[in-house]
């Protein structure tokens, strides 16, 4: 496989170098067309090219964002209240708007252009070359765009114009700052501000352009392109024929999308303004209201400070709590004296010195005295002793009062207890008001203090907003003002002269590539070899002399040294032990096949081999003439006239050595039938017998079939195809013939070519 793929790469550069070969012979061709082309290019760039400039500036935009709309919530605290952030995409789509376009345009009157005629092209001139102003009535119905109109000056205040309508020359006269109503528009013509000076001899003209045209044309020129990803600068260029009107009109772009940023700014602060101003309005009474409410709130709920209100009414609330349980203890106390009185020993004193009533505790002292008494009278008198009698009466006196005392002093107790607890009570109800009333009025505090921030913002906004009219600052930064580049980026000159040179090759190319397609002539050996089935013997090249025989100097001569070549390839090539006889033969006359013939002959001679060559081409023979020798006797007289013996046919040549040659013989009719006579194989017979070689010279069989009738009698044949004579599909026939075998061992040479084609050192196909 690796070598078949190494023959495959060899057959493509064998194959690509004689391609490049057979376009290189003509390589005077090639240096003529390249000439031609760069000439072409450089007059084109000299008289006709319009030279086109790349001017370039960069802008900063602030509070701009690459690919978002509007900002966040906190960009108020940076821009204002609605002054939001406008995408990097935004931007450039304003400008290179038409709105833009159209008023630069207009304030700058771009849209005319100046003129000086030119010996081969008419050039446009800017700025200092123009002298004058131009202010055009837009509105005018007249307007004939793109008119050229002459301006001629004739003094300091006086000019002529002429401008050709319909092929109708229309003059006037004008003085400067005159409104001018001609037939293709109104306008205005002034000077800059004195005489006006046109320095070069050649006349000038101005045209009025379509604005709609120049504002798709700049539109066009303009480019606008982010400086980066994530910065928000821009780079800007503009394609201009001039350096100095590129750069102002650059300049006169970025400075209107100032002003309009600047006016859309103060705009936007104008109306802030004014939407602040009623926003103020409506707070002042929304926060009235709120401030109404909170004293509303505090009537109605008898509360000054609710903090300060809550701990009284927990202190207070505390304190008849404490009351409340001094009464139940005093009631607790009473009712155990009671509950002693009622059901203890009445022998037993009364323990009831705490509590707080005065008439209660002296009952209790009486009562304690009187039982003490009784019980040191009991130690020495009797029960029945009247004293000890009276002393049982006063205690059971003394007991009753107590218990009724302490049933009317706990009923007081209890009274009061109830009191205190339902002041308590109050109290407590209050308390549990308080975080609700804390929870609304601290709703209420909230709402004023968000208004009153509210508004307290708008004030600063509204400030800030007063002082950006007062002194209005824009938003956009000229980092890089416009410049125009040294070099021109239109023409291109080495694109131009690489196309000149690419030009230059690819036209002789095609010339001769249509030459190719269009010639049906085999023009080289590669284009014979390359669908050539017969073996290809070599190629002769062709003769410096006028003669077709080389005679002369034999041993020496490049034509020698092809023919011994061919003699060489045919040996290699025989299929026969002598290959012997040899026929040559052609497609058409005049391919050389009589030339090939005879030096073949020749070579053979001049080697010691004894010769003949054979005129079979009966019809139109040219042997015999070449070597100034008669044609008669010959083939024909020797196959009509039965008796006459080989010999008398073959002429020896009276100068070369083993050379014999026999002719045609006399011109008759109906040569097709000589050429089947069985007279011709004796002849070949007795040839054979007394000549090494035999070199048979037949008719081309393009035109007839006489060389076919040899096949019989000869070893090999030779197919002669010469250059720029031989059509293409005559190797269809070469092929035909050796494939099927009508002529035995058909070899193909190549005549006529150039004599520097190595001696006729071609590849041999078998």
Do not use: C
Request: proline residues 3%; without cysteine; aromatic residues 8%.
């Amino acid at each position: 496989m690796k070598e078949v793929n190494q023959e495959l790469n060899s057959f493509e550069q064998n194959d690509i170098r004689s391609i490049i070969g057979k376009y290189l012979k003509f390589w005077p061709l090639f240096a003529i067309s390249l000439l031609i082309g760069l000439t072409i290019i450089f007059l084109y760039m000299r008289y006709y090219a319009e030279k086109e400039y790349e001017v370039r500036g960069t802008i900063l935009l602030k509070n701009v964002e690459a690919g978002q709309g509007f900002g966040g919530l906190s960009d108020f605290t940076n821009m204002g209240l609605v002054k939001n952030t406008h995408s990097l995409e935004d931007e450039i789509g304003i400008l290179t708007s038409i709105g833009i376009m159209e008023e630069v345009i207009s304030k700058n009157n771009f849209n005319i252009t100046f003129y000086i005629d030119g010996s081969i092209r008419d050039v446009e001139v800017y700025g200092e070359n123009v002298p004058i102003n131009i202010t055009v009535d837009e509105t005018a119905e007249n307007i004939i765009y793109n008119l050229p109109v002459t301006i001629k000056f004739i003094n300091d205040t006086t000019y002529e114009l002429t401008a050709l309508i319909q092929e109708k020359e229309v003059k006037s006269t004008h003085t400067f700052g005159e409104v001018v109503t001609a037939p293709y528009g109104t306008f205005t013509i002034a000077t800059k501000g004195q005489a006006p000076v046109f320095k070069n001899s050649k006349n000038m003209y101005f045209k009025i352009g379509n604005k709609d045209d120049v504002v798709s044309s700049f539109r066009g020129k303009l480019s606008v392109m982010p400086a980066n990803k994530t910065g928000s600068s821009l780079n800007l260029s503009f394609i201009a024929n001039d350096k100095v009107k590129g750069e102002e009109i650059l300049s006169k772009i970025v400075e209107t999308y100032i002003e309009k940023t600047i006016k859309y700014e103060n705009e936007l602060a104008e109306n802030t303004i004014k939407m602040i101003d009623d926003r103020l309005k409506l707070l002042s009474g929304e926060i009235e209201d709120v401030e109404k409410t909170v004293v509303d709130f505090k009537t109605q709920n008898t509360v000054t400070d609710i903090a300060s209100n809550a701990n009284t009414y927990v202190q207070q609330s505390n304190d008849y709590k404490n009351r409340v349980a001094e009464y139940q203890t005093q009631i607790n106390m009473l009712e155990g004296v009671e509950f002693s009185l009622e059901n203890g020993n009445s022998q037993s004193a009364i323990g009831g010195t705490s509590v707080n009533d005065p008439t209660v505790n002296s009952l209790i002292v009486q009562y304690n005295q009187a039982l003490a008494e009784k019980q040191r009278l009991s130690q020495s008198a009797s029960s029945s002793n009247p004293l000890v009698e009276n002393l049982d009466k006063n205690l059971n006196v003394l007991r009753q009062s107590i218990v009724q005392n302490i049933r009317n002093v706990k009923s007081g107790y209890s009274i009061a207890r109830g009191n205190l607890m339902a002041n308590a009570n109050r109290y407590d109800y209050q308390i549990a008001k308080v975080p609700g009333m804390e929870k609304k009025l601290l709703d209420i505090s909230r709402d004023k203090s968000t208004k009153e921030g509210l508004y307290l913002y708008l004030l600063q906004k509204r400030e800030e907003e007063v002082l950006s009219l007062a002194a209005p600052v824009s938003s956009t930064r000229i980092v890089s003002y416009p410049k125009a580049g040294k070099f021109p980026i239109s023409p291109n000159k080495k694109l131009l002269y690489f196309s000149g040179l690419l030009l230059g090759l690819l036209i002789p190319v095609s010339l001769l590539y249509v030459k190719d397609v269009l010639n049906n002539k085999i023009t080289s050996v590669e284009e014979l070899t390359q669908n050539l089935s017969a073996p290809f013997l070599g190629e002769i090249a062709k003769s410096k002399n006028n003669t077709i025989v080389v005679t002369e100097d034999r041993s020496s001569s490049p034509e020698s040294e092809l023919f011994r070549l061919l003699l060489f390839n045919l040996d290699y090539l025989k299929k026969t032990e002598k290959n012997q006889t040899i026929l040559v033969t052609s497609t058409e006359k005049g391919e050389g096949k009589t030339f090939i013939a005879s030096n073949l002959a020749l070579t053979y001679a001049s080697n010691g081999e004894k010769v003949v060559v054979l005129t079979f081409d009966l019809r139109e023979p040219k042997l015999m003439e070449n070597f100034n020798l008669p044609n008669s006797p010959g083939i024909t007289d020797f196959i009509v006239k039965k008796g006459l013996p080989v010999d008398q046919i073959i002429q020896k040549h009276p100068s070369i050595d083993d050379f014999y040659l026999v002719g045609s013989g006399s011109t008759m009719n109906q040569v097709g039938r000589l050429m089947v006579s069985n007279r011709i194989g004796i002849l070949m017979d007795t040839l054979k017998q007394e000549y090494d070689r035999i070199i048979i010279d037949t008719a081309p069989i393009g035109l007839i079939s006489d060389a076919f009738a040899l096949n019989n009698y000869i070893d090999s044949s030779i197919y002669v195809v010469r250059k720029d004579k031989t059509k293409k599909q005559a190797v269809k026939t070469i092929n035909a013939i050796y494939e099927n075998d009508r002529l035995k061992n058909t070899m193909v040479v190549f005549n006529d070519t150039k004599a520097a084609a190595s001696y006729g050192y071609g590849s041999i196909k078998g």
